[in-house]
């Protein structure tokens, strides 16, 4: 396996497909790098070096017991940045890991990058606050954590229904069901907790003021796991020259029920890089 040792030294699983310009994907939550297969492997098709980690906790990574924190896992990518040499990289971060890709270029700057894309990311912040009313309330994080300690696995098949707008109008197989389910489950319990306090307390705010490259903001608008009202619409107004496209009716989990038009659309904007 392809792995590399973070600073403090827990083993980091990634996968590199393909060559050409580098695009680095870090995944939502619960799940793992090959949420991102379709688009590695429809990239690394046409001339891009696809590649994707399993975050820390999650995968096939080490589980350690402490450092599921946003300024950790921009470390965490700045290792695997520094361990492959990537230059003029785009990266490219989903739900929670739209936070991490933020919080590296908030730390270590856009030398680097020639490009960010958000797609249905916490950004610029996901919890509610008093200056953030349209955040989502602390509650319910709270029975999501709640959830998971009780019955994991099946909180987890549970979700599966407002992740994918199942309820809403989309459809997914039954395989992609087992295999989001499988996925899910590979993760360590703690971090899979710990991320849910780091997604809905962290505040990106002041790393979105710092992102100065070309920025694609993808959303759903019927996202009812990271509501578009309160973080891609704000992200996207936020961010000079950001391109945003909000999918019709699409659910938190676009790149499987509008895999094709976001395939095209990461393609379309790589292009202009």
């Known amino acids: 396996m392809s792995t590399f040792k973070a600073k403090d030294g827990t083993q980091i699983y990634y ?71 990537l230059q003029d990289v785009t990266l490219v971060g989903f739900s929670m890991g739209g936070g991490d890709v933020t ?5 270590y700057g856009t030398a680097r990058v020639a490009g960010l ?32 300690r009780k019955d994991r696995a099946q909180f987890i098949s549970d979700f599966a229904t407002p992740f994918f707008g199942l309820n809403a109008g989309q459809s997914v197989s039954e395989g992609t069901l087992t295999q989001t389910l499988n996925i899910a489950l590979l993760a360590s319990l703690k971090g899979t907790l710990d991320c849910v306090t ?27 796991i990271v509501p578009f009202e309160a973080t891609g619409k704000l992200s996207a107004e936020l961010i ?17 029920t509008h895999q094709d038009q976001l395939n095209n659309d990461l393609l379309a904007f790589l292009q202009k890089l």
Do not use: C
């Not at 029975?143 to 998971?148: N, P, Q, R, V």
């Open 15 to 85: 996968k590199d497909w393909g060559s050409g310009k580098p695009v680095l994907f870090s995944h939502g939550w619960p799940l793992d790098g090959d949420m991102w297969d379709s688009q590695m492997n429809f990239l690394a098709e046409r001339g891009y070096r696809a590649i994707a980690f399993d975050r820390r906790g999650f995968g096939r990574s080490d589980q350690p017991w402490e450092g599921y924190n946003y300024d950790t896992f921009a470390s965490d990518i700045n290792d695997l940045i520094t361990h492959l040499d």
């Open 103 to 107: 919080r590296y270029i908030g730390t």
């Open 117 to 148: 894309a958000l797609l249905g990311a916490v950004t610029p912040i996901f919890g509610k606050t008093d200056d953030h009313p349209q955040g989502v309330d602390k509650s319910v994080f709270d029975g999501i954590k709640d959830g998971l």
């Open 198 to 224: 780091a997604f809905s307390e962290t505040d990106f705010r002041v790393d979105v003021a710092k992102v100065d490259v070309p920025t694609l903001v993808i959303h759903g608008s019927n996202d009812q």
């Open 240 to 256: 000079s020259g950001a391109e945003l496209k909000v999918y019709d009716n699409a659910p938190h989990g676009f790149a499987v």
